[in-house]
C-alpha cells in the first residue's frame, strides 16, 4: 500500500511560480502512474495532469497546458508539479495520486487507487 505525501503549496501572486512535491512509500514507485488533481471549494476534484511510471508519457489539462510541468524521480518516490503563470483560478487544493492500472483513463480520478493529504495553493490577484 502506498502513502503520499504532499509538499510545496502556499500563497504567490498571479504570475509567479510554484513547485509541488509527492513523495511517496510502500511499493515500488516505479510501478505506479502518477497523477495530480485539484478541488477548488464546492467544485469537484479535477484532473491537472499525470505521468506513466517510466516517466515516458505526460498528459495535461487543456486548462494547464504550457504553464505547467508534471515531471518524477523513481530514485527519489517523488512526483513534482512545476506551476508557472499562476492564475487565481489556479486557487485549490492540490492532490497527488496513485494508480496501479495501466489500462483505463488517467484523467478519471476514480481510477486512482491512493491519495495524499493535499496541499493548498492561493493565487492571490
Known amino acids: 500500500q502506498a502513502q503520499l505525501v504532499e509538499s510545496g503549496g502556499g500563497l504567490v501572486q498571479a504570475g509567479g511560480s510554484l513547485r509541488l512535491s509527492c513523495a511517496a512509500s510502500?511499493?515500488?514507485?516505479?510501478?505506479?502512474?502518477m497523477g495530480w488533481f485539484r478541488q477548488a471549494p464546492g467544485k469537484e476534484r479535477e484532473f491537472v495532469a499525470a505521468i506513466k511510471g517510466s516517466g515516458g508519457g505526460t498528459y495535461y489539462a487543456d486548462s494547464v497546458k504550457g504553464r505547467f510541468t508534471i515531471s518524477r524521480d523513481n530514485a527519489k518516490n517523488t512526483v513534482f508539479l512545476q506551476m508557472h503563470s499562476l492564475k487565481p483560478e489556479d486557487t485549490a487544493v492540490y492532490y497527488c495520486?496513485?494508480?496501479?492500472?495501466?489500462?483505463?483513463?488517467?484523467?478519471?480520478?476514480?481510477?486512482?487507487?491512493?491519495w495524499g493529504q493535499g496541499t493548498q495553493v492561493t493565487v492571490s490577484s
Open positions: 495520486g496513485a494508480r496501479t492500472s495501466y489500462s483505463g483513463n488517467y484523467y478519471n480520478k476514480s481510477e486512482y487507487n491512493y
Open positions: 510502500g511499493r515500488t514507485f516505479s510501478t505506479y502512474n
